[in-house]
């Protein structure tokens, strides 16, 4: 029932930064841990950073460290990833997610809900 809504992507030129936004309806969003994965079209489906429930610790992959930050304001049920020096391997698309559980896996098992994405797209 809980759904989550992208929005915040866009072009941008590499080393420039954006603020990608994910609402989600229906339960609070203290209730889920919450994430970011993206797709480039033909890939895999790769992990970008996440949020843990209890907690509140964040992680990210190995190509987010130092350059990418992820939160959440609770009042607004909205999670945030905020990105910067982009590359143009950073093209794609950038999905929310949410689990009941305590944190994301970064394989993506157990995820109970997905948002449809917003895309992403870095010129060099």
């Known amino acids: 029932q809980v759904q989550l809504v992208e929005s915040g992507g866009g072009l941008v030129q590499a080393g420039g930064s954006l603020r990608l936004s994910c609402a989600a309806s229906g339960r609070t969003a203290s209730n889920y841990a919450m994430g970011w994965f993206r797709q480039a079209p033909g890939n895999e489906r790769e992990f970008v950073a996440a949020?843990?429930?209890?907690?509140?610790?964040?992680y990210y992959a190995d190509s987010m460290k130092g350059r990418s930050t992820i939160s959440r304001d609770n009042a607004k049920n909205t999670v945030y990833l905020q990105m910067n020096s982009l590359k143009p391997e950073d093209t794609a698309v950038y999905y929310c997610?949410?689990?009941?559980?305590?944190?994301?896996?970064?394989?993506?098992?157990?995820?109970?809900?997905w948002g449809k994405g917003t895309l992403v797209t870095v010129s060099s």
């Open positions: 997610a949410a689990d009941t559980g305590v944190r994301i896996d970064p394989d993506g098992y157990g995820v109970d809900y």
């Open positions: 949020i843990t429930k209890n907690i509140g610790n964040t």
